[in-house]
């Protein structure tokens, strides 16, 4: 037993490094998985306001005031969308009965580099963002919430490989998921169309009404090239993302005001069921 | 190393922390390619530092680096892993009566050519842990070796330029 330990100590420069690699990974494993258990990241309050900074330095060159009156505007037009009211009744507007509120904010941190890509945006808990809400920009899909403080929030880029984003075909309704293979960043793979139906190159795809997380009819990308899949009767399809992923700095963050209501619905029925 | 010394490598770290997070991890050539300078601390700390501070040093101002640019913990895995292998690549590099105490590392006193391949087996040892870390599976073994090929080169560049840029102010 002895010499165990006299090895232990002769090797103790190699341990520690060995520690300390494992630290590391356990760190990058976790947080891959669930972006909300690292202690400290870019929601972070000291950390985040050190961007903002930078961000407000940045946004000088692109006439910041001027997009944020103009992504107001949206946000204030989408409320008030007929499409956005439970009931279709020209006679009754009930502002209660909402099914989505959206409201804006700014990207303050993005990257497309990586295989695990996160935004930050500059509203938290405090503007009413929650965990799983959708973000969206002008040109179409961006992410979900994965994580909120106060003041910020970490959104899971579209452009992760851990994302998937149920959308379907606006021309046939034949809906599947999209998925990121982390090479580039313009294209994602949508997968689950079956390969009966007859697609085209350039047919868009929009985010389908089975998710809690986005409205029916968000803006994904068109086709670009695709497939057939001898062994499983699916297409292989690669999309042009509509969102340029490079240029995002005004969003929408939208809130499904219905979900819980939903998913508790679903919870029950579940329940009954087993 | 006395605290004026000490305070000096704060100071550079500093610099080099801001450096990356507000000019490098913004400027991305080809895919999810960038320079990375914190080797650069590795390289410039003391030659007779204890091994077990370099360690120690490695952990703490990579894992800095990782919470601003929110890399996970590929930054601090490279650093860890390059500052393991400095004290056998130095031994290999000095000179058959050793390093002159109390200098330490820089173009000027390796030379030129000396301080590339010290730079280079940093920075390459530093890549491929970061790419293995970040894409996690030994399946795109290609992928690994290509991208931390192209990083290292680019990085390597950057490090001596802003190495001798370093010098240069000092003076």
Same mark, same amino acid.
């Given at each position: 037993?002895?010499?165990?330990?006299?090895?232990?100590?002769?090797?103790?420069?190699?341990?520690?490094?060995?520690?300390?690699?494992?630290?590391?990974?356990?760190?990058?494993?976790?947080?891959?998985?669930?972006?909300?258990?690292?202690?400290?990241?870019?929601?972070?309050?000291?950390?985040?306001?050190?961007?903002?900074?930078?961000?407000?330095?940045?946004?000088?060159?692109?006439?910041?005031?001027?997009?944020?009156?103009?992504?107001?505007?949206?946000?204030?037009?989408? =409320?008030?969308?007929?499409? $956005?009211?439970?009931?279709?009744?020209?006679?009754? %507007?009930?502002?209660?009965? #909402?099914? &989505? +509120?959206?409201?804006?904010?700014?990207?303050?941190?993005?990257?497309?580099?990586?295989?695990?890509?996160?935004?930050?945006?500059?509203?938290?808990?405090?503007?009413?963002?929650?965990?799983?809400?959708?973000?969206?920009?002008?040109?179409?899909?961006?992410?979900?919430?994965?994580?909120?403080?106060?003041?910020?929030?970490?959104?899971?880029?579209?452009?992760?490989?851990?994302?998937?984003?149920?959308?379907?075909?606006?021309?046939?309704?034949?809906?599947?998921?999209? =998925?990121?293979?982390?090479? $580039?960043?313009?294209?994602?793979?949508?997968?689950? %169309?079956?390969?009966?139906? #007859?697609? &085209? +190159?350039?047919?868009?795809?929009?985010?389908?009404?089975?998710?809690?997380?986005?409205?029916?009819?968000?803006?994904?990308?068109?086709?670009?090239?695709?497939?057939?899949?001898?062994?499983?009767?699916?297409?292989?399809?690669?999309?042009?993302?509509?969102?340029?992923?490079?240029?995002?700095?005004?969003?929408?963050?939208?809130?499904?005001?219905?979900?819980?209501?939903?998913?508790?619905?679903?919870?029950?029925?579940?329940?009954?069921?087993? | 190393?006395?605290?004026?010394?000490?305070?000096?490598?704060?100071?550079?770290?500093?610099?080099?922390?801001?450096?990356?997070?507000?000019?490098?991890?913004?400027?991305?050539?080809?895919?999810?390619?960038?320079?990375?300078?914190?080797?650069?601390?590795?390289?410039?700390?003391?030659?007779?530092?204890?091994?077990?501070?370099?360690?120690?040093?490695?952990?703490?101002?990579?894992?800095?680096?990782?919470?601003?640019?929110?890399?996970?913990?590929?930054?601090?895995?490279?650093?860890?892993?390059?500052?393991?292998?400095?004290?056998?690549?130095?031994?290999?590099?000095?000179?058959?009566?050793?390093?002159?105490?109390?200098?330490?590392?820089?173009?000027?006193?390796?030379?030129?050519?000396?301080?590339?391949?010290?730079?280079?087996?940093?920075?390459?040892?530093?890549?491929?842990?970061?790419?293995?870390?970040?894409?996690?599976?030994?399946?795109?073994?290609?992928?690994?070796?290509?991208?931390?090929?192209?990083?290292?080169?680019?990085?390597?560049?950057?490090?001596?330029?802003?190495?001798?840029?370093?010098?240069?102010?000092?003076?």
């Amino acid at each position: 037993m002895s010499s165990f330990f006299d090895y232990i100590r002769k090797r103790s420069f190699f341990f520690l490094f060995l520690l300390f690699e494992f630290l590391a990974f356990i760190f990058t494993a976790t947080e891959k998985r669930r972006p909300k258990l690292f202690f400290i990241n870019s929601s972070d309050f000291f950390v985040s306001n050190l961007y903002t900074g930078f961000y407000s330095f940045k946004s000088y060159f692109s006439l910041k005031k001027e997009n944020e009156r103009l992504v107001k505007e949206i946000a204030d037009l989408k =409320n008030n969308l007929n499409s $956005n009211f439970s009931i279709h009744d020209s006679t009754i %507007i009930d502002s209660t009965n #909402k099914n &989505y +509120n959206y409201f804006p904010a700014h990207v303050i941190k993005n990257s497309v580099a990586f295989e695990n890509n996160f935004l930050t945006i500059d509203k938290g808990s405090n503007d009413g963002v929650r965990v799983d809400d959708g973000v969206i920009c002008d040109e179409g899909i961006v992410g979900v919430v994965v994580n909120v403080s106060k003041n910020y929030s970490v959104v899971l880029s579209a452009l992760n490989v851990m994302s998937g984003i149920s959308a379907k075909l606006a021309r046939t309704g034949h809906w599947g998921n999209t =998925n990121w293979d982390g090479r $580039n960043y313009r294209y994602v793979t949508l997968e689950g %169309i079956p390969n009966h139906i #007859k697609i &085209y +190159n350039g047919d868009t795809v929009i985010t389908s009404s089975y998710s809690s997380i986005f409205p029916e009819g968000i803006m994904i990308g068109t086709i670009d090239t695709f497939g057939r899949n001898e062994e499983d009767n699916f297409y292989n399809i690669k999309l042009l993302l509509n969102t340029d992923f490079k240029k995002v700095s005004n969003v929408l963050v939208i809130t499904d005001l219905k979900r819980e209501e939903q998913l508790i619905l679903e919870e029950e029925t579940l329940k009954e069921f087993k | 190393m006395d605290a004026r010394e000490g305070l000096k490598y704060f100071i550079y770290s500093l610099i080099i922390l801001f450096l990356q997070i507000f000019v490098f991890n913004n400027i991305e050539f080809g895919s999810g390619l960038f320079v990375s300078l914190p080797i650069l601390f590795i390289l410039l700390l003391p030659i007779e530092m204890s091994k077990w501070l370099l360690l120690f040093l490695a952990f703490s101002f990579g894992l800095t680096i990782d919470i601003f640019s929110d890399t996970l913990a590929l930054n601090t895995a490279g650093l860890v892993f390059s500052a393991f292998l400095r004290p056998a690549v130095l031994s290999l590099l000095q000179p058959s009566e050793g390093f002159e105490p109390g200098k330490k590392p820089s173009v000027f006193y390796f030379g030129f050519s000396k301080f590339l391949i010290y730079a280079s087996i940093h920075t390459l040892a530093f890549e491929i842990v970061y790419y293995l870390f970040e894409i996690f599976s030994f399946s795109k073994f290609f992928i690994i070796i290509y991208k931390s090929l192209i990083a290292g080169i680019m990085s390597v560049i950057t490090i001596t330029i802003i190495h001798i840029l370093f010098l240069r102010n000092k003076k």
